[in-house]
């Protein structure tokens, strides 16, 4: 063994092992950043990974080779110093380094891969954005007049929306985009944050029947223009202008992707300036989503729509503004009907508007019409699987019919569309709650209240994961916090889980019935009324508001059948066996069986 560590000190192995390691590994690591700023597929970095573990010996090899034999003026070689054995050992962990990190890369043992929160699991994924992205930020109002700020934000949503409908992009969402509005902020930050290739900004200027738009695509990697253009047009061609925009940008991000990029733009029929200008103001009060807002918004588009009744956009506004109502106003029966001619309507002048046919998808859950919604669901993903609209739709469809594997999948797809969207980070900490992945769910509802800071929705989620996960202490601070913020039902909500949780189904009861009381309160419908009776361990009471619940066609009441959270006692019990013998539970279940030989393939 002396001999050994004298011949390698001799001929300089220790050191030539040494640098090699040290170049190898920092060679891996500019390597990583690098080469997917430029573009690099995945399998070249494991290539070079693969290349500096093959080049170790060859290194070694070449050393011995040219470094000349030792010759020792005595019969055995001097005994070895500790340094010697220090610089051995630094060798042996080089390799066994090296080797390690290659087999996390291509995931040889997947039981030993580092667990990772849900946010970190996005930085992964969206550490190299596809070529074909693109984010479109607020266009600056140019006009004087800061009252039609309406006016330019609309522009954009617009062009965002138009480019969105397009299969061959990557498109951030609306929430995320118009996040950095009014914010002088680097455009090589906002598109690593957004995670994409290039960012659209422009500015408007609106004067009458006259409109000037100017619109740079901007690469984020150099901050060089790939394209620019000013548009002077009448008013009444900004459908048309609108076509042109998205296809020249769609031509430079594409290249030649996109066959028909060389084509004309659609030819589209003019629109009233007035109604055109009324439909952006709609669309800018349907956004607040508050009750006097969507008023203001129906107004606005039942106007639009009687003064161009060919303009589909309209009517998809008008019935979304329809369903944000129904959602939040129970005692209105009327607005179900209205939002469903609305829809109708938008699809039969525009079959392929991915917005109304999202909503005609919902709208089809809300009313338990389970066979519109697989057609709705089908046509969507023919049409463009990776659009925001498609998988929202998809969450809710598969949420629904109880899968929510599919379900945490398309949400998880709609975050890296929208990283900055609150809602969609809480949806999908509440499925994977649904699923008894706790610390995911904890993850994912960290994320969203990094967004919106003591949000009760998020706190309540969060709460709920860390009752799933035991974490009775953590559970109650959240209590405790929720309660200070006045915000009782939420706070009485995971109390009374993590007092079920804990065995205390007196204390569970009395939360369940003071909540039960007071409904319709926080977010609870009745199906999550009946969820609380049944984790107090009040099976009759639950079985009352199931039964309300199927009255008020809840969409997430039948999959509790399938959700990996409900207690064993409900799938048990005779009355919620009649339930679902029932005529609208059994074609739920026809629907749910049919999803299920779809994604497996049958």
Same mark, same amino acid.
């Given at each position: ?341 609305? *829809?109708? &309507? +938008?699809? %039969? !002048? /525009? $079959?392929?508007?991915?917005?109304? @046919? ?52 398309? *949400?998880? &797809? +709609?975050? %890296? !569309? /929208? $990283?900055?969207?609150?809602?969609? @980070? ?177």
């Amino acid at each position: 063994m002396q001999r050994l560590l004298r011949i390698i000190q001799q001929r300089k192995l220790d050191r030539v092992a040494a640098a090699y390691g040290v170049a190898a590994w920092l060679a891996v690591q500019a390597a990583s950043i690098a080469l997917p700023t430029f573009g690099a597929p995945p399998w070249a970095l494991k290539i070079l990974i693969v290349a500096a573990i093959c080049g170790f010996p060859l290194a070694l090899w070449i050393a011995w080779h040219l470094t000349p034999a030792p010759h020792y003026k005595y019969g055995a070689p001097p005994p070895s110093k500790g340094t010697d054995l220090v610089l051995l050992g630094f060798m042996a962990a080089v390799v066994f380094l090296t080797i390690a990190e290659l087999c996390f890369q291509f995931g040889v043992f997947p039981g030993l891969s580092p667990v990772r929160s849900a946010a970190a699991d996005r930085a992964v994924q969206n550490s190299s954005p596809s070529t074909a992205s693109v984010a479109v930020l607020p266009f600056m109002n140019m006009s004087g007049d800061p009252s039609k700020e309406y006016f330019s934000d609309g522009i954009s949503e617009e062009l965002l929306n138009q480019l969105a409908n397009i299969r061959e992009l990557r498109v951030a969402a609306r929430t995320s985009s118009f996040a950095f509005k009014g914010k002088n902020q680097d455009i090589r930050s906002i598109a690593r944050a957004l995670n994409v290739r290039a960012v659209l900004e422009g500015s408007v200027r609106e004067d009458g029947q006259h409109i000037r738009i100017t619109a740079q695509l901007i690469n984020a990697a150099d901050g060089y223009h790939l394209w620019s253009k000013t548009y002077d047009r009448d008013l009444r061609n900004i459908l048309s202008l609108q076509d042109e925009i998205a296809r020249a940008i769609t031509a430079s991000l594409t290249h030649s992707l996109l066959g028909d990029a060389s084509k004309p733009a659609t030819n589209r029929v003019p629109i009233d300036p007035d109604a055109y200008r009324k439909y952006l103001e709609g669309q800018s009060f349907s956004a607040r989503k508050t009750d006097e807002d969507d008023a203001h918004a129906i107004e606005l588009l039942k106007q639009v729509t009687t003064v161009e009744p060919a303009f589909a956009p309209g009517f998809a506004a008008l019935g979304r503004t329809y369903i944000h109502m129904a959602q939040f106003q129970r005692e209105r029966g009327d607005l179900v009907p209205a939002a469903q001619t609305a *829809l109708n &309507e +938008a699809l %039969r !002048l /525009d $079959p392929h508007n991915l917005e109304a @046919l999202s909503l005609h998808l919902i709208l089809a859950l809300m009313k338990w019409d389970w066979q519109k919604a697989e057609d709705d669901a089908h046509k969507l993903q023919s049409l463009n699987p990776r659009s925001v609209f498609t998988l929202r739709a998809m969450n809710d469809y598969y949420g629904s019919l109880g899968f929510s594997e599919p379900q945490s999948a398309m *949400l998880r &797809e +709609a975050t %890296r !569309l /929208d $990283p900055l969207s609150f809602v969609d @980070l809480n949806n999908l900490a509440t499925v994977y709650n649904s699923r008894g992945e706790y610390a995911e769910a904890a993850s994912a509802a960290d994320d969203a209240l990094a967004l919106r800071p003591n949000r009760a929705l998020a706190l309540y989620t969060l709460c709920l994961s860390y009752v799933g996960a035991k974490r009775s202490r953590d559970a109650q601070a959240l209590i405790a916090q929720l309660l200070a913020q006045s915000n009782a039902d939420a706070s009485q909500g995971c109390a009374l889980k993590n007092a079920a949780a804990a065995g205390n189904r007196a204390e569970a009861r009395m939360l369940a019935a003071g909540i039960a009381k007071r409904f319709p309160a926080f977010v609870y419908d009745e199906t999550d009324i009946g969820g609380f009776y049944l984790a107090a361990g009040d099976t009759v009471s639950a079985m009352i508001w199931f039964d309300r619940a199927y009255v008020r066609r809840n969409q997430d009441l039948l999959a509790l059948s399938y959700s990996a959270t409900t207690p064993p006692t409900l799938l048990n019990l005779p009355a919620w066996n009649t339930l679902r013998q029932r005529p609208e539970a059994r074609a739920w279940q026809a629907a749910h069986d049919r999803l299920a030989a779809e994604l497996a393939g049958g």
